[in-house]
């Protein structure tokens, strides 16, 4: 099985533009969460979403949003760009999103470039 | 919310040697600990977890320890293989009803051949 996917993998945006990032989860999977990891630090929480509706959101602006999709799915939408905002953004997904399991599996993460 | 301490922030080893990553945590009601290691260019790889109704976990040559009195976990890796260089992190919950992990700031392992 493929494991989570982002796309794209690289992105140049300039200051005050808005960008779209996209998240595939691991097939049966149905929480998303998504992450913010500067240079040097480790990931910081921003959202999760399970079976579609927000279950938890970090101390991130409004300008950040995100939404998932009937087939789990997800979207991650940052408007008016800032430098600060230059980052690798961090999908994961596991199959519950309390209980049992609390495994994260990560994609590969989005590198931003705001200039 | 949760505040997570990771110690040290760089070790260096020499092949064969133990790596011992430890980690501090706040919040008395976290009940899940991972530890995560991250290549360059990739995103970071589960590779252990423990949770807090035991004490220790092995997976071949890795191991975690949590002291919930503590309240401390650690990494620990041993017999070092080059490739085991990578930097690891360590995370731990806000309580409450959905996972919200709060991560270390990660320590950059080395190993030398």
């Known amino acids: 099985d493929a494991g989570v996917t982002q796309s794209p993998t690289h992105l140049i945006k300039t200051r005050g533009q808005h960008v779209t990032l996209r998240c595939s989860p691991i097939s049966g999977h149905k929480s998303v969460s998504w992450y913010q990891q500067v240079l040097g630090q480790g990931p910081q929480f921003i959202f999760q979403?399970?079976?579609?509706?927000?279950?938890g959101r970090g101390n991130f602006p409004d300008r950040f949003s995100a939404r998932q999709f009937p087939n789990y799915s997800s979207e991650l939408n940052v408007n008016a760009l800032l430098l600060g905002d230059s980052a690798l953004y961090l999908c994961?997904?596991?199959?519950?999103?309390?209980?049992?399991?609390?495994?994260?599996?990560f994609g590969p993460g989005t590198r931003l470039t705001v200039t | 919310g949760e505040n997570v301490e990771q110690h040290p922030s760089t070790l260096s080893v020499q092949e064969g040697d133990s790596a011992v990553i430890k980690c501090t945590y706040s919040d008395s009601a976290s009940n899940y600990f991972p530890w995560y290691k991250q290549e360059l260019g990739k995103g970071p790889q589960l590779i252990i977890d423990?949770?807090?109704?035991?004490g220790e976990k092995k997976d071949q040559r890795i191991a975690v320890t949590l002291n919930k009195t503590a309240k401390h976990f650690s990494l620990h890796i041993t017999e070092t293989q080059p490739e085991d260089s990578a930097v690891y992190f360590c995370?731990?919950?806000?309580?409450?009803?959905?996972?919200?992990?709060?991560f270390g700031r990660g320590t950059s392992l080395i190993v030398h051949p």
């Open positions: 979403y399970y079976e579609k509706e927000e279950r």
């Open positions: 423990i949770r807090s109704n035991v």
């Open positions: 994961a997904s596991s199959s519950t999103l309390t209980g049992f399991s609390y495994e994260q599996y």
């Open positions: 995370a731990a919950p806000l309580s409450g009803g959905s996972y919200i992990p709060t």
